[in-house]
């Protein structure tokens, strides 16, 4: 089991003999997405606007982590030089220091990069930029934030195009940032597709990442973004039925972690507020154990909206999901 353990916020690059990437993966733990706010085409366009109580909220918890989805590609220059808005910039200063300040280690991604999905030959050089701006301004920030390359790499941005692309964006981070934990995924951030994700040999501060959402019916039951999903409505989570198929796709991706010598990070798991309460939280206790299992590090999704774990409204967590994510 992953348990509790203090962050060492340190504000120089470490040397190679300061601790590897398993390390660091577990001082990512337990951890919980901020999901819905700056990854909004606006931040507050889809309800959710972060606040410095929302950050100590997670540290009264228990938690060990954030990771704050960003969607960097609406606040940019479309063209070159891709100038990244530099109040949008400070807006994610903040929110950086809100998590380093309560001693939670926070990951920040690239989110919602529809464009790159669409066409990523053409907006490649794009997000190489964007991390170039991003890892230059973040370099001397302490290695208890790691940087996560994109979410989800998704439709045309296929495997092989995803395998030819990452390497110039892990150059453009690794020109400042020699030593800063990277995250990185395979197509959709699946656990299917992650044996076709091949990392750099020589590139040891590399931690991967998948993401779970099975079985897609009862988790996104009623989902408005996913087609048919209203037909889903009243499907119940079967742990006797259901349990061995994710111990076996965990063990899948605990076999590929050993077989390359790279520690997984769960970036995502949660189940959408239209499921019934007693399946979500046995649901969710299923796949942190099996996560903690595994010796996965892991991020529920998410804090305060249509998956969340607290209720924004009442300022309090729900006790249900909460103590399914934390033993409480």
Same mark, same amino acid.
């Given at each position: ?174 020109? #400042? ?7 990185? /995924? *395979? +197509? ?7 044996? @076709?994700?091949? &990392? ?98 892991? #991020? ?7 998956? /969340? *774990? +607290? ?7 729900? @006790?249900?999901? &909460? ?6």
């Amino acid at each position: 089991m992953i348990i509790s353990v203090a962050l060492p916020l340190i504000s120089s690059p470490p040397s190679k003999a300061d601790p590897d990437a398993f390390a660091f993966n577990r001082l990512l733990g337990r951890g919980i997405n901020l999901g819905a706010a700056l990854e909004a085409p606006s931040e507050g366009a889809w309800g959710v606007t972060l606040k410095a109580d929302y950050f100590q909220a997670i540290e009264d918890a228990g938690f060990n982590s954030v990771r704050i989805p960003i969607r960097w590609s609406a606040h940019a220059l479309p063209d070159p030089p891709y100038t990244i808005d530099p109040a949008f910039f400070e807006r994610v200063d903040w929110a950086i220091d809100q998590a380093l300040s309560r001693n939670l280690a926070v990951v920040i991604n690239v989110h919602h990069y529809e464009e790159m999905d669409n066409d990523p030959v053409k907006q490649a050089p794009r997000l190489a930029t964007l991390w170039r701006q991003i890892a230059d301004r973040y370099r001397d920030r302490p290695q208890a934030l790691f940087f996560e390359l994109l979410n989800e790499p998704s439709e045309q941005l296929t495997d092989e195009r995803w395998e030819r692309i990452f390497p110039d964006l892990l150059q453009a981070i690794r020109d #400042s940032n020699p030593f800063r934990m990277v995250i990185i /995924g *395979a +197509y959709w951030n699946s656990l299917d597709h992650l044996p @076709r994700l091949v &990392l750099p040999q020589d590139d040891r501060r590399l931690i991967a990442t998948f993401h779970y959402y099975t079985p897609l019916r009862f988790t996104h039951q009623g989902a408005s973004w996913v087609a048919n999903s209203e037909g889903w409505r009243g499907t119940k989570w079967d742990k006797d039925q259901e349990g061995n198929i994710l111990r076996g796709d965990f063990e899948k991706a605990a076999s590929w972690g050993r077989q390359n010598e790279r520690p997984i990070y769960l970036g995502e798991f949660g189940t959408i507020d239209q499921a019934e309460m007693e399946s979500r939280a046995s649901w969710t206790r299923a796949v942190v154990r099996e996560a903690e299992k595994s010796g996965f590090s892991w #991020s529920y999704w998410e804090f305060c909206a249509s998956f /969340g *774990a +607290y209720d924004p409204v009442a300022k309090a967590w729900r @006790r249900p999901l &909460l103590g399914a994510l934390l033993d409480k």
